[in-house]
T-cell receptor, first 111, second 117 residues
Framework: SQKIEQNSEALNIQEGKTATLTCNYT??????LQWYRQDPGRGPVFLLL?????KEKRKERLKVTFDTTLKQSLFHITASQPADSATYLC??????????FGAGTRLFVKA | NAGVTQTPKFQVLKTGQSMTLQCAQD?????MYWYRQDPGMGLRLIYY???????DKGEVPNGYNVSRLNKREFSLRLESAAPSQTSVYFC????????????????FGPGTRLTVL
């Protein structure tokens, strides 16, 4: 069956460290992959998009990698801050008008 | 530029009651979506509309109907609410990041928290 897996356990890290979140998928061949941030009580907000022919994408303190052989994306936040605490969702665009979302990983950054 | 707006923010219904969730976007996007989000699960697509005048079923359409009233508005209707429809509902529209024309990024509304007793 097709599925997307994100670590369901919360990730706790110390301020200033690099947070790394993982997104694994099976039985998809996505044209591109996206990462969203969701704060409690709010809708997801788009962060980064990486296409199947790209290995890495950066935006300020954020970095995303995409390995289509391993079927995995890694999302990094460098020099993390307490304000980065949120749930981060991975999403695959599978073609047409369908985007499949993972359940998300909660990140807690301690001061 | 308000982005995507949803009403109401909260709603409590009794089993069997009906209601319509409203969604509007002011970004001139063609595609719009309705999702539900339940604890421990990813966003699940209920219905989508690729363009004005068209709608299609997503992953979990049973118990719901939609109307794409015009390019801006996309409503979701529960005809006879059931406790299994207790969830947070998100509307989204799709455009290109940075506001360019095309589609690859979804912009979400703030959500409607629905409880069915």
């Amino acid at each position: 069956s097709q599925k997307i897996e994100q670590n369901s356990e919360a990730l706790n890290i110390q301020e200033g460290k690099t947070a790394t979140l993982t997104c694994n998928y099976t039985n998809y061949s996505p044209a591109y992959l996206q990462w969203y941030r969701q704060d409690p009580g709010r809708g997801p907000v788009f962060l980064l998009l990486i296409r199947e022919n790209e290995k890495e994408k950066r935006k300020e303190r954020l970095k995303v990698t995409f390995d289509t052989t391993l079927k995995q994306s890694l999302f990094h936040i460098t020099a993390s801050q307490p304000a980065d605490s949120a749930t981060y969702l991975c999403a695959l665009h599978t073609g047409g008008f369908k985007t499949i979302f993972g359940a998300g990983t909660r990140l807690f950054v301690k001061a | 530029n308000a982005g995507v707006t949803q009403t109401p923010k909260f709603q409590v219904l009794k089993t069997g009651q009906s209601m319509t969730l409203q969604c509007a976007q002011d970004m001139n996007h063609n595609s719009m979506y309705w999702y539900r989000q339940d604890p421990g699960m990813g966003l699940r697509l209920i219905y989508y509309s690729a363009s004005e005048g068209t709608t299609d079923k997503g992953e979990v359409p049973n118990g719901y109907n939609v109307s794409r009233l015009n390019k801006r508005e996309f409503s979701l209707r529960l005809e006879s609410a059931a406790p299994s429809q207790t969830s947070v509902y998100f509307c989204a529209s799709e455009g290109l990041a940075g506001g360019r024309s095309g589609s690859d990024t979804q912009y979400f509304g703030p959500g409607t928290r629905l409880t069915v007793l």
